[in-house]
C-alpha cells in the first residue's frame, strides 16, 4: 500500500484548502483511513477519520470547518478545510490500517501507531 498527499499551500486566515491522498493497493474500501497532523513542536495529532461503514469521526477542534470524505472509485481520501486558522498550521498525513476500524478510532481517531500506513505529508501554512 503507497499513499500519496497533494493540495497543500499557503493561504490566509479564513481560506480553504482541499486535500488529497491516493491510494495505491487493494481493497481500499475495506481500510480505515484518516488524516492527521503535526505541528512544529508538537505532537502528531488525528484531524478526522473514515471507517470501512463509512462512520466519520472529527477532532473537535475542526468539527463544522474540515469535511474528510472519500472517492471509492478513484480510490482517493480527501480533506476540505474551511475557514482556516492558523493554528491549523502543520504537516497533514494521510495514514491507513486494512482493519475496518483501529482501536480508539471514535476517540479522536486513535493512537497514530495503530495505523500501518503512512503518506508523506503535505504541508498548510495559514497565515493571520
Known amino acids: 500500500v503507497q499513499l500519496v498527499e497533494s493540495g497543500g499551500g499557503s493561504v490566509q486566515s479564513g481560506g480553504s484548502l482541499k486535500l488529497s491522498c491516493k491510494f495505491s493497493?487493494?481493497?481500499?474500501?475495506?481500510?480505515?483511513l484518516c488524516w492527521f497532523r503535526q505541528a512544529p513542536g508538537k505532537e502528531r495529532e488525528g484531524v478526522a477519520g473514515?471507517?470501512?461503514?463509512?462512520?466519520?469521526v472529527y477532532a473537535d477542534s475542526v468539527k463544522g470547518r474540515f469535511t474528510i470524505s472519500k472517492d471509492n472509485a478513484k480510490n482517493t481520501l480527501y480533506l476540505e478545510m474551511n475557514s482556516l486558522k492558523p493554528e491549523d498550521t502543520a504537516m497533514y498525513y494521510c495514514?491507513?490500517?486494512?482493519?475496518?476500524?483501529?482501536?480508539?478510532?471514535?476517540?479522536?481517531?486513535?493512537?497514530?501507531?495503530?495505523?500501518?500506513?503512512w503518506g508523506q505529508g503535505t504541508q498548510v501554512t495559514v497565515s493571520s
Open positions: 495514514a491507513a490500517d486494512r482493519r475496518g476500524v483501529v482501536p480508539g478510532f471514535f476517540i479522536l481517531l486513535g493512537e497514530d501507531s495503530e495505523y500501518s500506513y
Open positions: 493497493g487493494y481493497h481500499y474500501n475495506s481500510y480505515c
Open positions: 473514515v471507517d470501512s461503514d463509512g462512520t466519520t
